[in-house]
């Protein structure tokens, strides 16, 4: 099959046999679980104000309690990343390079992995200067900048040709447990996407809302909330499904908007699954 730039999914499916590469770079985010759900906007408040009795704000937070976050997803010319989460492969990865467009001009990129084994999540990142992030990935030598998990970044961009798709921006409230030692809530909210074909983190016209009720299916706009922990999901996360009535989805922000990007709406792709399943 020919590459078809102006489409971003193909029509053949290529099976990745080769997407079980996981490596366990020095730059790890902990290993964690990660459920999603879909809440309307309105019910915010009352969860917000739930969570605020066992979490604080995340301390990088602005005036109003979030920030914005730009992530710049690769694939392979064939989707195959897109794909293997299409098909909820046991083992997948994603690879973006990310930023926050509110902080300062001279603030880092991050160059990030985030491996999925089953119901666990492996993130690494690698952190670069923003003037030369695009240069390292091309493979320049990194010097100080060096690290495992850039090496790895760079590995699978060249073995399996990885070239920007999108970008997806986002505002996002975080919350962090008092209780323990890694458990988060999440709050993505503003969710949009942009095709992109050049390794820029700059801003760009014509983003497309990815949240609104067309893409996801839903009666308005939606909520992406996820909650992340270590070990065992504590109790007061529990209370929080069962307070809420939440039911976990399959919703992959990469993913979707590559659909909205393709106008591909007349089939409903969230997955719905019990609570904790």
């Known amino acids: ?164 798709v999108c970008h997806v921006d986002y505002r996002r409230e975080a919350w962090m447990s008092r209780l323990e030692e890694y458990a988060r809530v999440s709050i993505d909210t503003r969710v949009e996407a942009r095709q992109v074909r050049d390794f820029t983190l700059r801003s760009g016209k014509s983003m497309k809302p990815i949240d609104s009720p067309l893409p996801t299916h839903t009666r308005g706009s939606i909520s992406v909330v996820e909650l992340k922990w270590a070990d065992a999901a504590p109790r007061w996360m529990v209370q929080v499904v069962e307070r809420f009535e939440l039911l976990r989805h399959s919703f992959s922000k990469y993913g979707f908007s590559v659909l909205a990007l393709n106008e591909d709406h007349f089939v409903d792709y969230r997955r719905t699954q019990a609570a904790w399943a």
């Open 1 to 164: 099959m020919q590459e078809t730039p102006d489409r971003l999914v193909p029509d053949v499916d290529v099976p990745p046999e080769d997407l079980r590469h996981l490596a366990g770079p020095t730059d790890v985010v902990p290993d964690r679980r990660e459920f999603k759900y879909l809440i309307p906007r309105e019910e915010l408040p009352a969860l917000r104000d739930f969570i605020s009795k066992v979490c604080r704000r995340d301390a990088n937070a602005g005036p109003d309690g979030g920030y914005r976050l730009r992530s710049l997803y690769l694939d392979t010319w064939n989707m195959r990343l897109f794909k293997a989460n299409e098909r909820e492969a046991p083992v997948r990865f994603k690879a973006r390079v990310r930023c926050y467009p509110d902080a300062p001009a001279d603030s880092p990129v991050f160059a990030e992995i985030k491996g999925r084994n089953g119901d666990v999540i492996r993130k690494t990142r690698a952190k670069l200067p923003r003037d030369r992030w695009q240069a390292l990935l091309r493979g320049e030598r990194a010097g100080p900048h060096r690290s495992d998990a850039l090496d790895d970044f760079v590995y699978r961009m060249h073995r399996f040709d990885l070239r920007p």
